[in-house]
């Protein structure tokens, strides 16, 4: 693995290289046995703090399993309905009206300023007040709804930065053999810019998943991270226990998505056939990090 | 509808939650770039295990919900291993815990928006730098950071404005920001549409105005290339 | 202001509960939920021990529990045929509203905000605002001893405002999401009390994975009344009394007290009057 940004090693810089990886070692050894050893001492590793997670299977089926199944359920939703309707918002933001520019930009400038929580109270409040949506299912359209409006307005960027990024030659090209603007869109741009957003869209995913866990605290929303509670109120209040479990399912879960993602992006970039190529993350992330996410994948020095 | 308004201007601390929320914002702020600025370094290093451990920070940190980040400052760092952080009352504890977690969060993402920033550096700045001595430090302090920062300002906005709203989540361990504020009027009153429609709008003059300005500036020190 | 509005909000639960006691209302209303088919949807809490929790069989235990399953087969449902559906504390009142429930025993206490958008039943428990302590800490004698001490409630919470505003304005309040989060700190010695209603309490003190850890203080802080909660206006109000008023004579309040508070030596108030709201 090389780098443009140092040399390659000569005896000298492995020789610190080597200190530098055992001082590195030796610190991160001492904060380690210094936590375990602080866990020990307030009886946090005690093993009936932990117990249930190894011997009792219903700690599973009867908490984990179902908040899991939730999380997923609305992830899944929110992602499926939030890709179409974001593709909307991005290809009218590069609408040639300018009042549908300034609709849909006012639209997602508008949901992507508001913390999603606040978006989700108010559609449990807006279904129970103007639909008749059984109560059961409120708390997973209030979740779905406040998770589509946010990442929509999300993916919008991220569309809209796609379909910028790719060669104006493709836009002239399409326009000199006579097609009309949504032809241009449909059968040019948005194909080529789809498959080169794919891994910035599967990133995407990884923050609705963990979007999911706001759900639980205010309305009610039986996932994963909302499972700690009547977890740790039956196994005597192991809450250190159960939080580093749902933790261990969250990071497992969302890095089988990243690694899914990094390999969707290598395998784009390898079997890139047109011009337009994979619109690599990073170009995208330029407009579309809200936040977090579409981060760079793949690649473990820069430039390499 | 005006006088609700006012009874819960009176009779609450809007204008002190969201200060909390700025005070929590600024203090994250800063302190992620910091290290996330490390982190970014780290994981361009030529030392193979500080690559490695900033690769797992990230791909760990980045997958975990928040509200489990911040919980565990105050169960696990504070509680278990008695890191108060040189305060002695749960209300400073807690804020400054608040701020560690956000920080060690979202740290993870200035450090991918500053990597994907270092890509856009061109080969040839850094190979130059190289050829005239520099060593690695030298290289990434002097020539590709200042010029990967100018182009990732969009991108480090947008985390500065996540970071805004991720700061509702302080709740979790009793910082009393917006969001805390905010449950206590649900709990009191009965204008559930009405307080989330004021603390929508409290964020969105906290936000709007940051990505408007960063904007602009993302625009001013873009690097043309 | 805050005090103002204790005192006026005080004075006023007093004239209406004057009131109340001097008329128990209650209008038919043939639409009411709960008078069509057999089922019925009961809210409760989850995650309570000793009064509603969901034990990992999937099951339901607790006192709300028990007092509901006895209201619920006086008004002629079969256990089998109640729905148990989560009641957190802020969704009480939206659930009854919008019907989502037929009615709701989840550690709710009646006062006259609430009253305004639900009716009540009964009381059918008086608890009391009280603390929780390590069962070798005999530091706190009397509720004054508090000031100096670092208290933890859940964040937003009647207990929890109660302790800022009036209780122990000095002390230090750690707020948490859960009350797990508070025993946890408790059994780390960097909170010295958890306070909330004496019945939650004696419900966590009463798991067998704490037994003999935590105590009680005996403290009254506060005056609590278990109503078990209708839509308002429902004639279901009624009904619910004219059980509840059953489960105490026939001694079954009795049983379900010792049986989910018994083990934390909890000193409960004898059963309430119907109506008698100990304001």
């Not at chain 1, 309305?219 to 977890?231: C, I, K």
């Not at chain 2, 702020?29 to 996330?36: K, P, R, Y």
């Not at chain 2, 969060?105 to 500053?114: D, G, P, W």
């Not at chain 3, 279901?236 to 008023?245: C, D, F, G, M």
Request: one cysteine or more; glycine letters at 8%.
């Amino acid at each position: 693995m090389t780098s443009v940004l140092y040399d390659v090693p000569g005896p000298r810089a492995k020789r610190r290289n080597v200190l530098f990886t055992v001082v590195f070692l030796v610190a991160l050894a001492a904060l380690v046995w210094w936590v375990v050893r602080s866990l020990a001492d307030k009886k946090q590793l005690e093993w009936t703090k932990w117990e249930p997670f190894f011997t009792d299977s219903r700690a599973w089926t009867t908490y984990i399993l179902p908040g899991l199944e939730n999380t997923l359920i609305g992830a899944a939703l929110a992602m499926v309905i939030a890709l179409p309707l974001g593709a909307l918002f991005g290809i009218a933001r590069l609408s040639d009206h300018w009042w549908v520019r300034g609709v849909a930009g006012t639209v997602v400038e508008f949901f992507r300023a508001i913390p999603v929580l606040i978006l989700m109270l108010f559609a449990n409040a807006a279904y129970a007040e103007f639909t008749d949506v059984s109560p059961e299912n409120r708390p997973l359209y209030a979740v779905v709804t406040g998770l589509v409006l946010y990442n929509a307005s999300v993916l919008a960027e991220v569309v809209r930065a796609g379909i910028l990024s790719l060669p104006a030659g493709q836009t002239d090209a399409s326009k000199a053999i006579g097609m009309r603007k949504g032809q241009m869109m449909r059968y040019v741009l948005l194909p080529q810019s789809v498959t080169a957003m794919l891994p910035a869209l599967v990133s995407q995913l990884v923050v609705i998943v963990k979007d999911t866990a706001l759900g639980g605290a205010l309305l009610g929303f039986a996932e994963l991270l909302a499972s700690v509670r009547p977890m740790s109120a039956n196994y005597g209040a192991n809450t250190i226990a159960s939080f580093t479990v749902v933790a261990v399912i969250f990071v497992l879960l969302n890095f089988a998505l990243t690694t899914f993602a990094s390999w969707l992006e290598g395998r784009l970039r390898r079997g890139k056939k047109s011009t337009g190529a994979v619109v690599g993350a990073d170009a995208v992330a330029e407009l579309a990090t809200p936040g977090e996410h579409v981060a760079p994948h793949g690649r473990d020095t820069p430039r390499s | 509808m005006r006088e609700i308004v006012f009874d819960f201007l009176e009779g609450y601390d809007l204008l002190g939650a969201f200060w909390v929320t700025v005070q929590l914002t600024v203090y994250s702020a800063v302190g992620s770039l910091i290290w996330g600025t490390l982190l970014a370094a780290m994981r361009a290093s030529p030392v193979p295990l500080m690559r490695g451990f900033g690769a797992g920070y990230v791909n760990v940190v980045r997958n975990i919900p928040l509200t489990v980040i911040i919980v565990f400052t105050s169960l696990g760092l504070f509680q278990t291993l008695g890191v108060s952080l040189g305060a002695d009352d749960f209300k400073t504890i807690n804020f400054r815990l608040a701020v560690l977690g956000m920080i060690a969060y979202t740290s993870a993402f200035v450090c991918e928006a500053l990597r994907s920033g270092i890509n856009t550096v061109p080969v040839g700045q850094s190979e130059a730098a190289r050829a005239i001595g520099l060593s690695f430090p030298q290289v990434l302090s002097l020539i590709v950071l200042p010029q990967a920062f100018r182009s990732v300002v969009g991108p480090l906005a947008n985390v500065l404005i996540a970071l805004t709203k991720n700061t509702t989540v302080a709740a979790a361990i009793g910082v009393a920001e917006a969001a805390t504020l905010m449950r206590e009027m649900i709990e009191n009153e009965a204008q559930l549409i009405l307080i989330s429609a004021i603390f929508a709008l409290g964020f969105i003059c906290l936000t709007l105005p940051t990505g408007l300005l960063l904007g602009w500036v993302s625009k001013k020190v873009a690097v043309r290339r | 202001m805050k005090m103002l509005k204790v005192t006026a909000a005080a004075a006023t639960a007093l004239a209406l509960s004057l009131t109340a006691t001097a008329c128990g209302s209650g209008d038919g209303d043939e639409s009411a939920p709960g008078s069509g088919g057999n089922k019925i949807t009961v809210g409760i809490k989850f995650d309570q021990p000793g009064l509603g929790l969901q034990t990992p069989d999937g099951k339901y235990t607790g006192f709300d529990v028990d007092v509901a399953t006895y209201v619920a087969r006086e008004l002629g449902h079969e256990p089998g045929d109640i729905e148990w559906k989560e009641a957190k504390s802020a969704d009480r009142e939206t659930l009854l509203e919008r019907g989502d429930v037929d009615f709701i025993a989840a550690t709710y206490s009646i006062n006259e905000e609430r009253e305004k958008k639900v009716d009540f039943a009964g009381p059918y428990l008086l608890a009391h605002q009280d603390i929780l302590v390590r069962a070798d800490d005999n530091s706190i004698k009397r509720p004054e001893d508090l000031n100096d001490k670092k208290l933890c409630s859940v964040s937003g919470s009647t207990s929890a405002q109660n302790v800022k505003t009036k209780l122990a304005p000095r002390a230090q309040l750690q707020e948490y999401g859960g009350y797990s989060e508070c025993l946890t700190g408790l059994e780390n010695r960097v909170i010295d009390a958890l306070t909330t209603d004496d019945s939650i309490l004696a419900g966590y003190a009463s798991q067998k994975e704490h037994q003999g850890k935590f105590k009680l203080g005996g403290f009254k802080l506060s005056n609590e009344n278990y109503g078990i909660g209708v839509q308002k206006g429902s004639e279901l109000k009624e009904r619910i009394n004219t059980a509840l008023e059953k489960m105490v004579s026939d001694g079954s309040w009795e049983e379900y007290v010792k049986k989910n508070f018994g083990p934390a030596n909890y000193k409960n108030e004898p059963a309430p009057e119907i109506g008698n709201v100990v304001r």
